[in-house]
Structure formats: C-alpha cells, structure tokens
C-alpha cells in the first residue's frame, strides 16, 4: 500500500477516536438522568447515595433541583424518605450536556489558538501526546463522574486541551502528503471521521444501554485510543522525503505536487499579521463557524427526540442517521470535487459551489421543520437526515480551504479557525438554556431551527465574497538568515569538495565558474 495512504487511514482513525469522549456525553448525558431517576424510585432506594449538606449538587429547595421530590408536590420517580438523596452523577440533562461539551470546547479554544506548533513542531510526535492524554482521560470518565460535576468537566477540559491540536496537526501533515492530482480525496477520508465518530456513538451508546451500561464504552474509547498509538508511531512520518519504506515514486509524486516548503518554519518566520488581515482567511473562519454552527445543532437532536418520545434505543439508531448520510455524501463529493478539478472549473469556483451546496441546502431543508411542525417524528427524522446529509460537501468546501491559502502554515490558519469554531459550538451549547430563558417552551425548537438556517445562509455568503483558493504570497517562507561565519564556513566546504574532484580544475577555476 502506498504510504500516503497509510497516513490517510491511521490519521482518520486518530481523529475520530480523538472525539469519541465528547461526541458520547450527549447521548450519555440522557442515560445519567435515566440511572438517576431508577436508583432514586422506592424499588432501589437502596443504590442512591447520601450526600452532604453542602455538596454542589443538592439544592436547597425543589424549584433549584427539578429532580428532588417536596411535600407538596412529590417526584413520581421519588421515595417519601429519599431527601437529600441522589445518584452523584444525576444533574439537570440540559445543564450537564452544556456544561460537559462546554468544558471539552473550552479546552480546544486555548490550545486551538497554538496551531502555529503544528507548522513547527512534529506533527507525529504532537498526535502521540494527544492520543494518550485523550486515551487516559476516557478510561477516567466513569470514575470522574462518579465523584462528582467539577472532576468530569475537568476531565473534558484536559481532553479538549489535548483535542485543540488534533485538526491543525492532521492538516498541517496532509499538506505534505496529499497530491494536488488528488486535491480532497484524502482530506475528506480524514474529516469524514468527525461525522462518522457520531455515527459510532449514537449507535454504540443505544446499544450498550440495552446489554450492560454507559460506562463500558468509555473504557473501550481509552483503551482502543491507547493501543492506535502503536501503528501511528512505527508505520507514519512527518513528510515523504524522510519515510523509510517510500518507494521512489511515490515519493516523487508527493513533492513534486505539493507546494510546501521542505523545512519548518520557526515561530518568528510565521507571517501572523498578513494572515490575519487576509480576507480570503477570514472568508474560510465565516463558512467554518457556519458549518460548525449546524453540526453542533444537530448534537442536539437527541434531547428533541426524547421530547418527541422517542425512545433511546431507537434514539441513538436514529441520531445516528444525520451523521452517516454526511460521511456518505462527504466522500461522494469528494469524487465530485476531484473530478471538477480536471475540468475547466476553477478551484476557487469548485470550493464555493460546493460550501454552497452545504451550507445554503442545509437551510432550505431546515427551515421547513419550522413551518410544517413536529409532528410526525418520522418528517424530523427524514428532514434533518437530508438536512445534514449535505454538510458532508463542507469537505471539499472552506474545510480544506487552508491547504490552498498556504501549506506552510495550514496550522496556523487551522488553529485560529478551531478557536472560532469551538466559541461557535459553545455557544450553541448556551442556545437552548437561553431560549428557555426567554420564550415559551412551544417556541423554543423552532426558533432555535430557523437561527440555525439564518447563520448558515450568512456565513456562506461571506465566504462567497471574501474567500479563494488562490495561493499567498506569505506562503513563502524565508530560509534562515546565515552569519558570515556560517556563510564561510559552506563557501570552504565546496571550495574542498570540488578541488578534490577530477576534472574540476583549481579552488579558483571552480569559482570563477
């Protein structure tokens, strides 16, 4: 198998293993409540917990704990004699959803913003430190959630520390193994895997909910994670010119169409003034918070299904549809993008096409949910399938849009986008609390469904104006500047080198020539 191929794979599997923590807690969060709701009935009082009078989770009346039973109004899930009593990891779903993807967002914020090490530093080396942070922080999960709220957000901060460098790492390595004649091909392989983690943990959560419990998973996520870092670190490298088991071909082919520099660039030659004032930039940060917007939307479908009755093992089946319809269409239109390439559309032309289709579908589609009502279940269902099915074209659209601007410094460009999107996702997050805050609970989903069509339509048509594909000037970088030391100390050795070698003539010969 050809090495980049290798890469391909192995990066894939890295990256979704690197969201499997995260993406399961908005399933997970559901059966907590559950657990706590079954441990707390008078058939098992026996599994809940005392708690002390000050710990954090237990409210000081009913209307701050919905879940604590009063006099007046009793929990029908409640003992009489239950009182300050609760499973410990039983919180508000809601609050728990937004404070554990919050926690995980935050942390990929602060280390997002780094992405200019991922140009730097060892884009192999910075994956293993991830893949064993991450391994080791989701065999923790079920006990981090078993002491209590403050040690599980910890425990998805320092996960989503780790997580900031994932994306900015993995395109700043593409970039010197994916060939312009294959421009997108393997760069969706390796982002369809964002989709597809959804995929895995709907399914996988509704089902170990029926066989044993949720916390099993997270001790296959860790233990799965820890054992891929064996192949990552023997079998991929950095960049073509120094794998040990390339063939010369292919080695050839990947520098000769790629247009990144052979060495790294330090910290001080990274042009971060230029980028940031770079319209194009800021046109793929517009298009990238849109896409994030609706893909951190739909994470919380499961909460509107439940509401709609759905059960969960049906839920997570169903959950996992929007997502498998994404990474089915995102390799689709990553046939479809390749093959524009060879024809005489422009690549600027082929990325917006194709963020449009994303983006400005996503919107027509969702904004009949809306109109039509919730009823049946089965139109959501199908609506936001489709809906959803067409975010697998942001691939080929201003995902990869950095690999264009500038290979260089991809990482760069990645890591301000992660700190844009996960504000983005965060705030999405808040969305729901906040509209529960100010407007009926009848209005709460279509509102949140029709502001989810007005930023997708918004950012798309920024990127429309601002972004390309063109190459930057500022990708260029500048070697090091040498000393004259330095400059003759190289100027002997090749005076040495060629006086030595027959037909040559003299050390002055060499140099008038």
Not at 50 to 69: G, I, V
Not at 183 to 191: A, M
Request: charged residues 10%; aromatic residues 10%.
């Amino acid at each position: 198998m050809n090495q980049r191929y290798v890469f391909t794979l192995l990066a894939s599997l890295g990256n979704l293993l690197s969201l499997c923590g995260r993406d399961s807690m908005r399933l997970t969060v559901l059966l907590m409540r559950q657990e706590y709701l079954k441990c707390s009935s008078p058939d098992n009082s026996s599994r809940s917990y005392h708690l002390p009078d000050n710990h954090p989770y237990l409210a000081s009346d009913t209307n701050a704990y919905p879940y604590l039973a009063s006099d007046t109004n009793p929990h029908p899930y409640l003992a009489s004699d239950n009182e300050n009593r609760i499973n410990l990891t039983a919180v508000n779903v809601q609050e728990n959803t937004v404070f554990n993807v919050s926690a995980f967002n935050i942390g990929v914020m602060i280390t997002g913003v780094g992405g200019a090490f991922c140009d730097v530093f060892s884009g192999k080396k910075i994956m293993t430190v991830v893949g064993i942070v991450q391994g080791i922080c989701n065999i923790l999960i079920p006990t981090s959630a078993a002491i209590c709220l403050p040690i599980l957000l910890f425990n998805q901060f320092v996960s989503g520390l780790a997580g900031g460098f994932v994306c900015a790492c993995l395109t700043s390595m593409l970039a010197r193994w994916e060939p312009s004649c294959e421009r997108g091909l393997l760069s969706t392989i390796i982002y369809t895997a964002s989709p597809g983690c959804l995929v895995m943990t709907s399914l996988l959560t509704g089902i170990t909910s029926q066989i044993t419990n949720w916390r099993s998973q997270y001790y296959g996520f860790g233990v799965i994670q820890l054992a891929w870092l064996v192949p990552w670190w023997f079998l991929v490298h950095d960049s073509p010119d120094i794998h040990p088991r390339i063939n010369e071909k292919e080695k050839r082919l990947l520098l000769d169409h790629t247009d990144i520099a052979v060495s790294r660039p330090s910290i001080s030659q990274i042009p971060l003034l230029r980028i940031l004032l770079s319209p194009p930039v800021w046109g793929q940060i517009a298009a990238n918070m849109g896409n994030i917007w609706v893909k951190s939307f739909y994470e919380l479908l499961p909460q509107y299904l439940e509401e709609l009755g759905v059960k969960m093992m049906f839920n997570g089946f169903v959950s996992a549809l929007p997502p498998l319809g994404s990474v089915i269409m995102g390799l689709l239109a990553s046939r479809l993008f390749n093959w524009a390439n060879s024809t005489h559309i422009s690549l600027s032309l082929a990325r917006k096409i194709s963020s449009s289709i994303c983006l400005f579908g996503f919107s027509v589609l969702t904004a009949s949910i809306p109109l039509l009502g919730p009823e049946p279940p089965t139109f959501i269902i199908f609506v936001t399938t489709a809906a959803y099915f067409l975010t697998g074209f942001h691939l080929v659209g201003a995902m990869n849009n950095a690999i264009d601007l500038s290979p260089n410094y991809v990482g760069t460009i990645l890591g301000i986008n992660s700190f844009f999107m996960y504000l983005t996702s965060t705030t999405v997050s808040y969305s729901k609390v906040i509209a529960l805050q100010v407007l009926d609970e009848s209005q709460v989903w279509p509102a949140l469904f029709i502001l989810s069509c007005i930023i997708a339509t918004s950012s798309n048509i920024v990127f429309l104006l601002l972004g390309s594909s063109e190459l930057q000037d500022w990708n260029m970088t500048a070697e090091p500047v040498k000393t004259v030391e330095d400059l003759n100390a190289n100027i002997s050795e090749i005076i040495t080198e060629k006086s030595s070698t027959p037909n040559y003539g003299s050390a002055n010969q060499y140099l008038i020539d």
